[in-house]
C-alpha cells in the first residue's frame, strides 16, 4: 500500500474517503454474487481450525452458499419466511446468512450467551421456520424450547460434535443440508440464482434484535436497500480495500460485526479472518494482525489493562522507559489534537519512544500493521482514546444505533476530538432536538420499523421520518456531536443537580483494576456507585502484596482490594465538582458474564435491573 508524508502522527491519506461504486448491487445477494464473480479465486475468509488457518475463496464460499440454499429451498423455504442463526461468530455463519438471502428469505440471528426462554422469544416473533445451531450446547436450548415454537420446522446443526448417535427427523447437520442441496441444485439449475434476482431492494432482509437493556428485545426490521446504502456509507467514511485485514469475533447478530465486519468485507473484498473462539481473541489478534480494527470499549479496556498488568511485571528500568515512551506519545498527540504543530525534537523522540517501547506495545496488542482503530456501540474514556493514540494510531468513535443500520456519526482522522462521536456521516443528517436536546437521525439507513409493534416503531420514528435516539447530547460550532448520557438514565439529586452517570463510569473504567460501574443517585442527596472488579488485574495485585483470598467473592472483601478502588474512585473524583463525586461504593462479589441477567449480549448493564436486583446494598450506602 502506498505511503504518504505523515501529518501528526499518522498517515491521514490512508484513510481517504472512497468515491464510486466498488461492487455494483442493489440487494445483499446481487453485491455478494457479483462479488464472487469480481474475484473468484482470491481469498476472502480464514478461520483457525484445530491450530491451522484455514482460508476460503471467494469462489469456495460461493459454492457453500450455493449449497445451503438450494438445501434451504428443498426443505420448502418460501422467499420472505424467516429462518433465525444461534451460534457464535463463525464462517459458517456468514455462509448461513448470504444463503437465506440469496433464497429470498430473511435472517435472523441470536446471541449465542442467549438462554433457552430468550431463543423461544425471537423463534416464535420472528416467526422462525428453520433454526441453524452451531453445536450441542445451542441445540440443547432449541430442543428445550421446540415444542412451543409450532412454526419450527427444521433445526440444522454447525458441528455435530457428541452428536452422533442422535436420530431426530427435525435435526439435521448442515453437511447433510448441504448434500441434500446438490441434489436439489442438480434437479434445479439456477434456481438459486432466480430466487436471489427476484429479491427486491425494499424487501425485509434482515431482523437484528435490540440488546434489550430496558426490557424484551425488539426486532429491528432492514430492507436491502437500507442495507446496501449504509455499507456503500461505511466505506465512503473510513475506506477498506481488499488489501486489508479485517478480524471478525463480535456477535455476529449485532449491527457492529454484520455492518461494519461482513458486509462491509464483502463489498471492499477485505479479507475477513474469524478467531478460533471467544476466549482466544487476545491470542488470535496477534496472529491476524489485522489493518483494521473494530471493537467495543470493553475490548480495549481489557487490551490496555493487559498493557498495564505486564508493564507492572516488567523491571524498574523497563518501566522507566515505557513511561518515558508513552510521555512522548501523549504529547505529540496533544499537540495534534490542539491544532499545534509538531516539532522536529518532538518527531524525533516519539520515534525514539516507537524504537525502544511504542511499537513493543503495539505488537504486545496485535495492532502494529493497523492503519486505524474503530470503537463504537458504546462510550469510551477519552483518556483510554489518546492512550491508543499515543501509540501513533488513530482512534475513531463512531455513534449510532441497531435502528441506524450502525454508524450515523463518526470523527475524522483529520480532526480527531477525543470525548465527541464527531459529525453526522455524510449518508444521514442528525441534529439535536430544541426542546430535549436529544439526537434525532433522518436518512435511507435507518430501519423500516419494529416487527410486530406497530405503535413502538410509531413512538420512534415521527411523521417527518426522525428517529429518536434516546440519546442526550450537545453539537459544537464544527458539528460534533457529543453524547451526554441516554435520557432515561440521567439522575437528578435531591438537591436538583444533573448527573449524567456514563461520563463518570466512563472515567473509572479506564482504571486497570476496573471493568464495569454503575453511578446511582437519582433523587439523593449525594451519589454512590456499584463496581465490578477486573479479576485477571486485581488477582495479581492481591498476589503481588500478599493479600490471602479464596475466591472471587473473597477478594473483594478483603481491606487492601476495597483500599485500591477507593483509591481508583479518588482519582476519578478529582474531576468533577464536589456535588458530582462518588461518597461510598460496593464492589459485586459475583464476576458477571453475558449469561447472567445483569448484562445483555452486547455486555452492556441492565442498570434498572442492576438497582432493583441490589436494592438492599444501594440503601445500605444511604443509611
Known amino acids: 500500500m502506498a505511503r504518504h508524508a505523515p501529518v501528526g502522527l499518522w498517515d491521514v491519506a490512508d484513510l481517504k474517503p472512497a468515491t464510486g461504486v466498488t461492487v455494483p448491487g442493489e440487494t445483499v445477494p446481487e453485491i455478494f454474487w457479483n462479488a464472487v464473480a469480481q474475484r473468484g479465486e482470491a481469498v476472502w475468509l480464514r478461520q483457525k481450525e484445530l491450530g491451522y488457518w484455514r482460508s476460503w475463496s471467494w469462489n469456495q464460499t460461493a459454492e457453500a452458499v450455493t449449497e445451503i440454499g438450494h438445501g434451504l429451498m428443498a426443505l420448502g423455504l418460501a422467499p420472505g419466511e424467516r429462518v433465525s442463526i444461534l451460534s457464535n461468530t463463525v464462517i459458517e455463519w456468514v455462509w448461513c446468512d448470504l444463503a437465506i438471502l440469496s433464497a429470498g428469505g430473511v435472517s435472523s440471528g441470536i446471541y449465542p450467551t442467549d438462554s433457552a426462554d430468550q431463543v423461544e422469544h425471537l423463534s416464535a416473533d420472528s416467526s422462525s421456520v428453520v433454526l441453524f445451531v452451531e453445536d450441542e450446547e445451542q441445540l440443547d436450548k432449541a430442543l428445550t424450547v421446540r415444542d412451543r415454537l409450532p412454526m419450527l420446522r427444521h433445526i440444522v446443526v454447525f458441528d455435530m460434535k457428541g452428536l452422533r448417535h442422535l436420530r431426530d427427523d427435525q435435526v439435521m447437520s448442515l453437511d447433510a443440508l448441504r448434500e441434500r442441496g446438490r441434489a436439489h441444485a442438480a434437479q434445479h439449475a439456477g434456481a438459486l440464482r432466480a430466487r436471489s434476482s427476484a429479491v427486491k431492494p425494499q424487501d425485509l432482509a434482515i431482523l437484528i434484535y435490540t440488546s434489550g437493556t430496558t426490557g424484551k428485545p425488539k426486532g429491528a426490521m432492514h430492507s436491502h436497500a437500507g442495507l446496501v446504502y449504509s455499507t456503500r456509507g461505511y466505506n465512503a467514511v473510513m475506506e477498506q480495500t481488499d488489501q486489508d485485514e479485517r478480524m471478525c469475533f463480535l456477535p455476529l447478530c449485532h449491527v457492529a460485526e454484520r455492518l461494519g465486519g461482513a ?146 456519526a463518526a470523527v475524522p482522522v483529520q480532526c480527531i476530538k477525543p470525548g465527541t462521536i464527531g459529525p453526522a456521516t455524510p449518508y444521514n443528517e442528525v441534529k439535536l432536538d430544541p426542546q430535549t436536546q436529544e439526537l434525532l437521525v433522518r436518512g435511507p439507513n435507518v430501519f423500516m420499523g419494529y416487527l410486530n409493534l406497530p405503535e413502538k416503531t410509531a413512538e420512534t420514528i415521527d411523521p417527518d421520518g426522525w428517529l429518536h435516539t434516546g440519546d442526550v447530547g450537545s453539537v459544537d460550532a464544527d458539528g460534533f456531536f457529543r453524547i451526554t448520557d441516554r435520557m432515561k438514565d440521567i439522575i437528578i439529586t435531591a438537591g436538583g443537580k444533573n448527573i449524567t452517570p456514563s461520563e463518570w463510569e466512563n472515567e473509572l473504567k479506564f482504571s486497570p483494576y476496573v471493568t464495569d460501574a454503575v453511578v446511582i443517585g437519582d433523587a439523593r442527596q449525594y451519589l454512590t456507585a456499584i463496581i465490578m472488579i477486573d479479576q485477571e488485574n486485581v488477582e495479581k495485585f492481591a498476589q503481588d502484596h500478599d493479600v490471602p483470598f479464596s475466591n472471587y467473592a473473597s477478594l473483594t472483601r478483603t481491606r487492601e482490594v476495597q483500599e485500591l478502588i477507593q483509591a481508583e474512585i479518588d482519582r476519578v473524583n478529582a474531576k468533577f465538582a464536589r456535588v458530582e463525586q462518588i461518597k461510598k461504593f460496593f464492589l459485586l462479589d459475583t464476576q458477571l458474564t453475558a449469561e447472567d441477567e445483569e448484562l445483555t449480549p452486547t455486555m452492556k448493564l441492565k442498570r434498572k435491573l442492576v438497582q432493583a436486583k441490589y436494592a438492599e446494598q444501594i440503601e445500605a450506602m444511604y443509611r
Not at 304 to 311: D, E, I, N, Q, R
Not at 368 to 373: F, G, T
Open 263 to 408: 458486509y462491509l468485507g464483502m463489498y471492499t473484498g477485505t479479507r475477513l479472518n474469524f478467531v478460533e473462539n471467544p476466549d482466544t481473541v487476545a491470542e488470535n489478534v496477534r496472529e491476524i494482525a489485522p489493518t483494521v480494527a473494530l471493537a467495543v470499549p470493553r475490548v480495549w479496556e481489557k487490551f490496555y489493562s493487559a498493557v498495564m498488568l505486564g508493564v507492572q511485571e516488567a523491571s524498574r528500568l523497563q518501566q522507566a522507559i515505557y513511561r518515558w515512551s508513552i510521555a512522548q506519545g501523549v504529547g505529540v498527540v496533544e499537540s495534534v489534537l490542539a491544532g499545534k504543530p509538531v516539532g522536529a525534537g518532538q518527531k524525533l523522540r516519539f520515534r525514539l519512544a516507537r524504537l525502544l517501547a511504542l511499537d513493543n506495545v503495539r505488537k504486545l496488542i496485535g495492532i502494529h500493521r493497523a492503519r486505524y482503530l474503530v470503537t463504537g456501540a458504546a462510550p469510551i474514556s477519552p483518556d483510554l482514546l489518546r492512550w491508543y493514540m499515543a501509540l501513533g494510531i488513530p482512534m475513531l468513535e463512531v455513534w449510532g444505533m441497531t435502528e441506524t443500520c450502525g454508524a450515523s
